[in-house]
């Protein structure tokens, strides 16, 4: 019964050693055991395969082969503390297979009991080459990155930092381990610091966010910030590319591009650039103004732009531009175009033409000018030197032609006084002499539109010129013209002729009365205007000052532009042949200019006239009574 127990109790140490050393030969972990007196005594199939030798040869020559001369002082070290101390130990040292290959392994040497009166120590080897190879290569990362580079905990405490780091901030090393990121941060960034953080802490993915670094010297610098956890390790990695200058560089162009805009809005000037190959216009935004279209309301295709330009001038302005490609270096070319609101305006545009290397174009880049204004002021100011010129013609002829008339109509008078009332020859006379007197009335309106009629100016109330004059004129409107006025009497002084105004007043109603052969209303307005000063000279514009302003509007058929621009040259009438001498209004404008006045006239085609008379202010005297 006992030898059973015995070989029982064998059988299951037996047992126990066998699964021993199958957990002792299959440990990922190499095992070496070493006695005392530093001689191997077990060595597992693990370390056999890290080092490259069978476990006998390792038994051996292990200090001898696999243990290089610089590593064998910390090996040392680890053994007399393991088993001359009985204390466990951690190191790391470098050893050689038997190929002479290096290995970096951790050891971790543990006393396991004694044997024959000798310690003994297990020395458990991990094989962390490829861990330090990484760590390393992490590290030149780190010390070749040119942009900051920082590790931290998961609560933002920073562990590691790049040179690059020390470069941007300022700080050492030494002064940023152990600091919070966020505290480093410019204060209005540290919130969003905190939450992008927290959010890799927790495991999300990270995303880029911008955050300003407060240096040691107080400047801040804009970092655009990217991350990722590693939560294996409880660290958070996160690199910082210094985006400061691009900011700047932004902020510049803006304001660059601000005060280009403004300068093209003060200027009305905008800008463009046609690419020749892909027939791709670009616009400014001046020039979308000008234009009158959104940037989005634009296909910005020659065809689209050519479709705003009025046909009149569309084949000029395609042939400038086909010229410009086909050799003229420079465009200089003048067109209206029609904007989707339908206003009508007049473009100059410039451009110079650039080519490849082979003369081909590839792009046209130039200006435009929105110079509706400017050609109106100089159709205004031709119209004027015109009117100047005709009116100096005018005067000069009718002055001349008057000194005739003045011998045939004192001669005539002669001869019909000596001549009986019987006598065939008087009727001859008489015929002559009304003639002449005739031909004496149209040199009076020529003379008035040249300004060299005879004046004889007082101080005038001019609203009781204007109640007095259509006093006499109810008989010549008929009853199908009616009159309605509003008169303000309170300054009404102004300093003329009262025949000239008298004239005005006449020749103004009774052509409103022309306008409206079916019949309608006059309606006249008089008040005190004032035109401010610091207004840009215009020559077709009153002087500033102080003036009386009298309106005189019908309901008649209106007419065109090309009309109204011509309404007041001499002899210019759109009445049939024989129903005026087309100097009516040509004698207004003389008179108004000849008092220092302004005249004006708005009208369009079925939307009647209205002519505006401006007279300076009398200053001084009172108004003279009616004479």
């Not at 959010?199 to 955050?211: E, I, P, T, V, Y």
Request: aromatic share 6%; hydrophobic share 35%.
């Amino acid at each position: 019964m006992q030898n059973q127990e015995l070989r029982e109790t064998q059988a299951s140490l037996e047992d126990a050693r066998q699964r021993y050393f199958q957990l002792f030969d299959l440990s990922p972990a190499g095992f070496l055991v070493i006695d005392s007196d530093r001689r191997i005594r077990e060595v597992n199939q693990t370390a056999a395969q890290l080092l490259g030798a069978p476990p006998a040869q390792l038994r051996t020559e292990f200090f001898r082969k696999h243990v290089p001369a610089g590593e064998r002082e910390t090996l040392g070290r680890v053994l007399a503390r393991v088993l001359d101390d009985g204390e466990s130990a951690r190191e790391e040292c470098r050893l050689r297979d038997t190929e002479g290959r290096s290995l970096t392994v951790r050891i971790d040497a543990s006393p396991v009991g004694a044997d024959g009166g000798r310690s003994l120590g297990l020395l458990a080897l991990v094989d962390v080459t490829a861990e330090k190879r990484a760590t390393r290569r992490l590290e030149q990362v780190f010390e070749l990155a040119p942009d900051p580079m920082v590790v931290l905990d998961l609560d933002g405490t920073i562990r590691m930092v790049s040179p690059s780091t020390e470069r941007m901030s300022g700080y050492d090393t030494p002064d940023l381990l152990g600091t919070r990121l966020p505290d480093l941060i410019h204060q209005q960034d540290r919130t969003r610091v905190e939450l992008e953080l927290s959010r890799l802490a927790s495991g999300l993915a990270g995303s880029r966010f911008d955050a300003r670094f407060v240096g040691r010297g107080g400047e801040c610098r804009t970092l655009s910030w990217s991350g990722m956890p590693a939560r294996e390790d409880k660290l958070l990695y996160l690199t910082g590319h210094d985006i400061t200058r691009r900011l700047e560089d932004e902020e510049r162009l803006r304001r660059s591009e601000a005060l280009l805009n403004n300068a093209q809005r003060i200027a009305r000037m905008g800008t463009w650039e046609y690419e020749v190959r892909g027939r791709h216009l670009r616009w400014s935004g001046q020039t979308h103004r000008i234009f009158g279209v959104s940037a989005e309301g634009l296909n910005h295709d020659l065809r689209n732009f050519l479709s705003m330009v009025i046909p009149e001038d569309r084949d000029r302005l395609g042939r400038a531009l086909q010229r410009a490609r086909e050799g003229e270096s420079t465009l200089d070319v003048e067109y209206r175009i029609q904007r989707p609101d339908g206003d009508f305006r007049t473009i100059f545009q410039r451009g110079e033409v650039y080519r490849d290397e082979t003369g081909r174009p590839l792009r046209l880049v130039g200006m435009v000018m929105d110079i509706t204004e400017r050609r109106a002021l100089e159709d205004r100011l031709l119209r004027s030197q015109k009117l100047e010129s005709i009116g100096r013609l005018a005067g000069g002829i009718a002055h001349d032609f008057n000194n005739f008339l003045t011998v045939i109509l004192s001669s005539t008078e002669v001869k019909l006084r000596e001549l009986p009332k019987g006598d065939p020859l008087r009727n001859e006379f008489q015929e002559v002499h009304e003639a002449a007197e005739r031909a004496a009335r149209l040199t009076a309106q020529l003379l008035a539109f040249g300004r060299r009629q005879v004046m004889r100016p007082r101080t005038l109330d001019l609203a009781e010129v204007v109640a007095e004059t259509l006093s006499m004129l109810k008989r010549l409107l008929g009853d199908h013209i009616g009159i309605e006025t509003r008169i303000d009497t309170s300054q009404t002084g102004v300093l003329a002729d009262r025949s000239q105004l008298e004239q005005v007043v006449s020749n103004l109603v009774l052509n409103a009365r022309d306008a409206m052969p079916n019949g309608g209303i006059v309606e006249i307005t008089l008040d005190r205007f004032v035109v401010p000063g610091g207004e840009d000279a215009d020559l077709d514009q009153p002087s500033p000052g102080t003036y009386l302003r009298l309106s005189i509007r019908d309901e008649g058929m209106g007419m065109e532009e090309v009309v109204r621009r011509r309404i007041f040259e001499p002899f210019f009438t759109t009445k049939q042949l024989g129903q005026g001498t087309g100097l009516g209004l040509a004698t207004v404008y003389g008179i108004v200019r000849q008092n220092g006045g302004h005249i004006s006239v708005e009208s369009s085609p079925g939307e009647g006239t209205c002519f505006t008379v401006l007279l300076p202010e009398a200053e001084g005297e009172d108004p003279s009574p009616s004479a």
